[in-house]
């Protein structure tokens, strides 16, 4: 007995040890050359973006910029899977079909990897546990290939071989899951239900686990397996019992999970916690949530985000299978049933299918509407042309989607749909000529007149359409008579000096969590910018996200503390001052590597390029590199016609705000407040501020308009505009309507909905007005990119609707975002 047991556990740990060497062959760059990846927080970090931890109730209202932050972890293991190149393994390709992301080249690496290492294909026998098994089936399935006829070799008859006597509990979870990929007979069949039978009859009855030498990663991999067979008989209750075991016995309050009852094997570790995420978003389980009804208790999905798995560095292994749990936790959160490995089960993934290509197609009318803003080539027809397109791919698609009958199907109609979707292009009637935005610089802080710099359009309020509360645009000085527009309230800065972060906006000492030091230039701590506002104690704060922890909290603001971590000027030259150098990439995502540069070397730069949050510089050789100032030094920066800088209007926060225009000869610039007047000289020596976020917009009697509106002739006694409301990936209404000449945008589409029948809300007036929701289509709550977005004959405007004054013949478009 001693013996059999001692080979039993011999052949676990070395199974264990197979798999972690297999996945080990990651072909991954060197360490130096990943350096200002991992720095940046762009990619391997890039999941910290808008991350709020959800808690308890609160998980409904957070569950957006949790969700954001689960897409980018997935986009960043993939862009380390893909490192591997000809490397690429069965596991990594299943990653990539899920994350749409493989190529044919991928594809053939990966088929090849599983001839070669697979036991029985490569002239062995069935392999220890299974292992090789479960992964080679998993990764045909998912590139196309028919596992019973690999080469004339039946993969799947041996498997069942196995499961008719299987070597060990391990063998019967990998067989059971290997058959469950898709329907291969009858003799596959009889030995799924076996397998299944034989696994509930495993389970612990007093406990609801499954025992082994770490019960935490057997009891997840039972999980997985048996969500694959539901339709077999006593699963929905061993799976009912399981989930409610692991709850009671293994997760913590730090979202991972443990075995307190075995130290040496269960205690937290990466693997197991992706593996039970994996397991229960699997069963059904809301992994977005925390698992138990408490404050205190963090969600497995945001455990799996704080452990920073998806960085180079790590196992090739661990970065695998955490993508696949994250790619597992949204494909349930999005409405699919089961597991992603169960390809053929009927209408499993439908569901979760349609509202992934409905989010594709929302994003690429968020990103047409947003590149056309600095593509003077763009016409407000082309626009709606490229639009009016991605609307009937949507329709094309999501009526195959309805019509599939299996998971493989759905996922591969997807797939076709959404790169339908991303070959949409606006037309130009002639090349279009780049266009360097100007910039206004002030030490390390950095103002760019790019719209497109922001990380959230111009809504129907003025500011950005992340809140539904909103915030008041600010007007900036000009210079020469061009306006320097406002940077993004969502923007990333570094911390200049010694700064503390406070839990709460009440600046006490109890409240105090974290204080970090005063830190050479390469070492600054990045901190997201959230919000600003004014705390009770008369301080302009910053709501800010540590880009390396993820913790959140308040501390003061200004340029005393911070400054924008990513160039934006017109730089022309810099030099590298990271230790480790960075990267050179043939893509403005920073993929396709095609050098390392060294420290101190010195790189022309042809202009800075907007990429969301994080900005890049292509350089004179077409390359694309980092624009962090941590790992970067502009040694030559292109003057400005005019030596003047131009300073920000400051503000309260006690209500909501609207501003005069300035002027060009440097008079004072006032800002109205609810109760409160603030006045700042825009003097040439001022220094330039992120602009507060106001909140809570009440009615003004007498608002002013930020733009510039068009006088009409004294004969145009009324206007007509176009208007057309899309949701959903469906058009609401659309047609024409008759205003007074000087009517805004608002007026307009109050007529307009009053003429269609539609139910609007809204909140505010003139340069406070918000569309709160059209037809039941609502903007959601604060913190949420959740809105209505509106464009004028194809461009976003940089004010309220209510302050946008119309000329004839305008086309208004209004885009729900959700």
Not at 213 to 231: E, G, W
Not at 325 to 350: C, M, V, Y
Request: hydrophobic fraction near 35%; include cysteine; charge should be positive.
């Amino acid at each position: 007995m001693k013996r059999k047991k001692f080979l039993y556990w011999f052949s676990i740990v070395l199974g264990i040890f197979l798999i972690f060497s297999s996945g080990g062959n990651s072909s991954r760059a060197d360490a130096a050359s990943r350096a200002d990846v991992a720095s940046r927080a762009d990619v391997a970090s890039a999941y910290n973006y808008g991350l709020t931890k959800a808690k308890g109730p609160k998980i409904n209202s957070e569950v957006y910029t949790v969700s954001d932050a689960v897409d980018s972890a997935i986009s960043a293991g993939l862009a380390e899977i893909a490192q591997k190149g000809p490397k690429i393994d069965a596991w990594d390709a299943t990653c990539l079909v899920f994350g749409d992301r493989i190529t044919d080249s991928q594809a053939q690496y990966a088929y090849e990897s599983i001839l070669k290492n697979n036991d029985f294909l490569s002239g062995g026998s069935q392999g220890l546990n299974g292992i090789s098994d479960v992964s080679a089936v998993n990764g045909l399935v998912a590139i196309g290939k028919d596992p019973t006829n690999v080469n004339g070799k039946n993969l799947v008859a041996n498997i069942v071989k196995d499961a008719n006597n299987p070597a060990s509990a391990y063998s019967i979870v990998n067989d059971l899951e290997a058959l469950s990929t898709g329907s291969y007979g009858q003799a596959s069949e009889t030995a799924r239900t076996s397998l299944t039978k034989k696994l509930i009859g495993m389970q612990d009855q007093k406990t609801g686990l499954w025992n082994g030498f770490d019960k935490v990663d057997y009891t997840a991999r039972a999980i997985l397996a048996l969500s694959m067979n539901t339709n077999q008989p006593g699963v929905a209750d061993a799976l009912n019992t399981a989930v409610k075991a692991v709850i009671n016995h293994f997760y913590q309050k730090n979202g991972g999970f443990a075995d307190s009852s075995n130290t040496m094997y269960g205690a937290e570790n990466a693997y197991n916690d992706v593996t039970m995420t994996n397991a229960l978003a699997s069963a059904g389980v809301n992994v977005y949530a925390p698992l138990k009804d408490k404050t205190d208790y963090v969600a497995p999905v945001q455990r799996v985000l704080d452990q920073h798995l998806f960085s180079a560095g790590n196992s090739a292994m661990l970065i695998q299978q955490a993508t696949l749990a994250l790619e597992q936790a949204r494909f349930t959160r999005n409405g699919s049933k089961g597991s992603i490995f169960a390809f053929n089960q009927t209408d499993a993934a439908k569901p979760g299918e349609i509202v992934n290509i409905k989010d594709a197609a929302i994003a690429k009318k968020r990103s047409i509407i947003r590149s056309s803003i600095s593509d003077p080539q763009a016409t407000a027809a082309a626009v709606n042309d490229a639009i009016n397109l991605v609307d009937k791919i949507l329709v094309t698609y999501l009526s195959k989607l309805r019509a599939d009958s299996t998971s493989s199907a759905a996922i591969a109609d997807r797939a076709a749909g959404v790169k339908e979707l991303n070959n949409v292009t606006v037309s130009h009637a002639a090349p279009a000529t780049p266009v360097t935005p100007p910039t206004v610089t002030n030490n390390n802080v950095t103002v760019v007149n790019n719209p497109a710099s922001s990380s959230s359009a111009s809504s129907s309020s003025a500011a950005t359409s992340t809140s539904s509360s909103s915030s008041v645009p600010i007007s900036t000085p000009t210079v020469s008579g061009k306006p320097v527009k406002k940077a993004s309230h969502r923007s990333i800065v570094y911390a200049l000096t010694t700064v503390k972060l406070y839990r709460s906006s009440n600046f006490t000492k109890s409240n105090l969590t974290k204080t970090y030091k005063k830190r050479a230039r390469i070492n600054r701590p990045m901190f997201l910018v959230i919000s600003q506002q004014t705390n009770k104690q008369g301080h302009a704060i910053y709501r800010v996200k540590d880009m390396n922890s993820g913790k959140t909290g308040y501390t003061l603001s200004g340029s005393k503390y911070f400054a924008h971590a990513y160039y934006s000027a017109k730089v022309t030259r810099i030099k590298v001052i990271n230790p480790k150098g960075i990267n050179e990439y043939g893509k403005v995502n920073l993929t396709s590597k095609k050098r390392h540069v060294k420290k101190n070397a010195s790189l022309s730069v042809r202009k800075v390029v907007n990429y969301g949050l994080y900005n890049r510089m292509q350089l004179t050789n077409g390359r694309y590199i980092t624009a962090n100032k941590k790992l970067i030094l502009a040694t030559k920066i292109k003057k400005s016609s005019q030596n003047t800088r131009p300073s920000t209007p400051t503000a309260t926060t006690t209500g909501t705000s609207t501003s005069t225009p300035p002027t060009n000869s440097g008079s004072t610039a006032t800002t109205a407040t609810t109760g409160t007047t603030t006045t700042t000289n825009n003097s040439p020596s001022a220094t330039p501020t992120l602009p507060v976020a106001l909140t809570n917009p009440v009615a003004l009697t007498n608002p002013v308009a930020l733009t510039n509106p068009v006088t009409p002739s004294n004969d145009a006694k009324t206007i007509t505009t176009t208007i057309s409301i899309h949701a959903d990936g469906a058009t609401i209404a659309s047609g024409s309507i008759k205003v007074s000449s000087g009517a805004s945008a608002f007026d307009a589409l109050q007529a307009f909905a009053q003429q269609q029948g539609l139910a609007l809300t809204y909140k505010g007036s003139g340069a406070t007005t918000y569309v709160t929701g059209i037809n039941g289509y609502n903007a959601g709550p604060a913190g949420t990119m959740t809105g209505w977005l509106y464009s004028v004959n194809g461009t976003v405007p940089g004010s309220s609707m209510g302050a946008y004054t119309l000329k004839d013949g305008d086309s208004i478009s209004m885009t729900y975002i959700k």
